[in-house]
């Protein structure tokens, strides 16, 4: 059976995962849903009530996590891949990173995005700025060991904090001043052979997304 894939590339956590996808050059069945449209997927409902993107199907598992998903991919499908290392400690260093993901730097995305993106807010409290440079802060400082958060080659904790950075940086942007090492690990990440096909393009996407919805004060908040 082939792989397929619900995914939104407007959201972060579906373009980690075609991040991971296009590293490991796997066949698989891309299904792109409108995760904010009011339109619903039958057959995402049926697998997944919760429409809950992205959504990982393989013969008979389903998995609708984006960190999940990526690990699953590599430790099935790419074998010697340093992309989610097999020795533990490596691999509790990246797992690591992924849990700050997904308990700080994407929480405070979602705080910052979904007020504006569902509810048409269009001013973004200093707080939630201050939330995100907070997490710039410490994601720059855990870059110290190397090019990337596991030293000199990417793995899919680098791949998901990323399209997270990639986001926030549309409301905030990554100054090289303040945040050296996040600033060219982030340019590096964007060197990537895979990085416009799998996160560029839905970037642009969430880009004009939230101008559209901020307006006029769009120019204020990256000011």
């Given at each position: 059976m082939v792989l397929k894939l619900f995914y939104d590339d407007v959201c972060a956590t579906s373009r980690a995962v075609l991040l991971t996808v296009r590293a490991l050059d796997l066949t698989i069945d891309l299904q792109e849903v409108n995760f904010f449209s009011k339109e619903q997927n039958p057959e995402l409902i049926k697998l997944n009530p919760l429409e809950r993107l992205?959504?990982?199907i393989d013969d008979e598992l389903i998995i609708s996590d984006g960190h999940a998903i990526s690990a699953y991919l590599v430790a099935k499908y790419g074998s010697n891949s340093n992309l989610y290392p097999q020795e533990l400690d490596k691999r509790a260093i990246v797992d690591e990173?992924?849990?700050?993901?997904?308990n700080v730097l994407l929480p405070r995305l979602d705080n910052l995005l979904y007020p504006i993106i569902l509810f048409g807010v269009k001013e973004i409290p200093k707080e939630k700025l201050y939330a995100l440079k907070e997490g710039y802060q410490v994601l720059d400082k855990f870059l110290e060991g190397g090019q990337f958060l596991l030293?000199?080659?990417?793995?899919i904790a680098d791949f998901c904090c990323?399209?997270?950075i990639s986001t926030s940086s549309i409301m905030l942007p990554v100054s090289s001043e303040m945040y050296p090492r996040l600033?060219?690990?982030y340019q590096k990440c964007?060197?990537?052979p895979y990085y416009d096909k799998a996160n560029?393009?839905?970037?642009n996407k969430a880009d004009a997304l939230i101008e559209k919805k901020l307006g006029s004060a769009y120019c204020k908040i990256i000011s």
């Amino acid at each position: 059976m082939v792989l397929k894939l619900f995914y939104d590339d407007v959201c972060a956590t579906s373009r980690a995962v075609l991040l991971t996808v296009r590293a490991l050059d796997l066949t698989i069945d891309l299904q792109e849903v409108n995760f904010f449209s009011k339109e619903q997927n039958p057959e995402l409902i049926k697998l997944n009530p919760l429409e809950r993107l992205p959504t990982l199907i393989d013969d008979e598992l389903i998995i609708s996590d984006g960190h999940a998903i990526s690990a699953y991919l590599v430790a099935k499908y790419g074998s010697n891949s340093n992309l989610y290392p097999q020795e533990l400690d490596k691999r509790a260093i990246v797992d690591e990173k992924l849990h700050f993901n997904s308990n700080v730097l994407l929480p405070r995305l979602d705080n910052l995005l979904y007020p504006i993106i569902l509810f048409g807010v269009k001013e973004i409290p200093k707080e939630k700025l201050y939330a995100l440079k907070e997490g710039y802060q410490v994601l720059d400082k855990f870059l110290e060991g190397g090019q990337f958060l596991l030293g000199e080659t990417p793995t899919i904790a680098d791949f998901c904090c990323v399209s997270s950075i990639s986001t926030s940086s549309i409301m905030l942007p990554v100054s090289s001043e303040m945040y050296p090492r996040l600033f060219k690990w982030y340019q590096k990440c964007k060197g990537l052979p895979y990085y416009d096909k799998a996160n560029g393009i839905g970037l642009n996407k969430a880009d004009a997304l939230i101008e559209k919805k901020l307006g006029s004060a769009y120019c204020k908040i990256i000011s």
